[in-house]
């Protein structure tokens, strides 16, 4: 790993994916660039200086010479801001991808502890939920259809200066989703815990990639239709696109082993059914990253097991 110098040129350095390399090293005509990709992890748009008393020619100078680190393939690291191209000038404003935690009462709400508890089997189930199946922020991923909470994110442009009852232009509308998680600890199914997500690929950090899209994976995706204000639903002020929303089955090694957790993870105690009690967990990021523009959402997620 090393800096490029950036002094006197602009300097593009491409580089493969890991999944590239892969399928190059195979060597059995498997591997084809059909995608590219372009970022600017590094560079802050906020040293750009109108008022440099150089003039014009100066005011980027020090978005410019800033420090870039040379392209690598490690896809966890690398490429956290993409860039995208839009043709047309008369955008005032950008989708994003927003967490709903408002959206029918607790179900996506997050736990106080500011991540998604995953309880990874069913002691832990029967002690963090007890008598009944709302708590907010814990999901069940060994009896995933037994509880209806979940993860939920929203689409659309985020702004009170248009109406919600403006459709949402086609080309800023996500249509398709790339969900990515660590496949040692689980894997995807839908809000309702009954259908599990085909994996499109897991790399060698065991990173697991799942490719979801509008019109054929409609129990993961789906058009939001709410035109109104809807402020106690909705995470999206303005025109809305669509909707994800997900939840997890624990992983054999999760569920019936403590393992990763003592290699992984760490201890602490959560209040269930017995009292406050020990809990194994592991704390991981789930990535959600809209096709269309990009944009990528982090969700804090933490797998936890009942030690008692």
């Known amino acids: 790993m090393a800096f490029l110098d950036n002094s006197g040129d602009i300097i593009l350095d491409a ?4 999944t590239g390399r892969m399928r190059l ?44 680190l040379e392209a690598f393939t490690n896809n966890t690291s690398s490429m956290k801001s993409k860039l995208i191209s839009i043709s047309r000038t008369n955008l005032l404003y950008l989708p994003v991808i927003q967490l709903n935690q408002i959206f029918a009462g607790t179900s996506t709400q997050m736990h ?21 199946t709302t708590i907010a922020g814990v999901q069940g ?23 919600p009852s403006n459709l949402l232009d086609a080309d800023l509308t996500e249509t398709q989703y ?32 799942y490719y979801l899209s509008l019109g054929t994976d409609n129990l993961f995706v ?10 106690g639903t909705q995470a999206i002020s303005g025109p809305r696109g669509t909707i994800i929303a997900f939840k997890f089955q624990a992983s054999v090694d999760l569920n019936s082993s403590t ?32 096709a269309t523009t990009g944009y990528k959402v982090d969700v804090p997620v933490r797998f936890v097991k009942y030690k008692g």
Do not use: W
Request: hydrophobic letters at 35%; zero cysteines.
């Open 15 to 18: 580089v493969l994916t890991d």
């Open 25 to 68: 090293a195979r060597g059995d005509g498997s591997f084809k660039i059909a995608k590219f990709a372009f970022a600017d992890d590094e560079i802050d748009y906020g040293n750009y200086d109108k008022n440099h008393s150089s003039g014009s020619a100066y005011y980027d100078l020090e978005i410019m010479q800033t420090p870039v």
């Open 112 to 132: 106080a502890d500011g991540y998604f508890l995953v309880a990874v089997d069913e002691t832990t189930e029967d002690e963090l939920f007890g008598a009944t």
């Open 141 to 163: 991923a060994a009896r995933p259809s037994e509880d209806g909470n979940h993860v939920r994110l929203d689409q659309g442009l985020d702004t009170t200066q248009i109406s």
């Open 178 to 209: 790339i969900v990515e998680l660590d496949n040692r600890f689980g894997s995807l199914v839908d809000k309702v815990g009954s259908t599990m997500a085909s994996v499109s690929f897991v790399d060698d950090d065991h990173i697991a990639s």
């Open 222 to 231: 789906e058009t939001n239709s709410v035109t109104d204000a809807a402020t």
């Open 259 to 290: 393992f990763l957790f003592t290699e992984l993870g760490s201890e602490t105690n959560y209040t269930g059914k017995s009292g406050s009690q020990p809990y194994y967990f592991i704390d991981s990021i789930v990535r959600v990253t809209g």
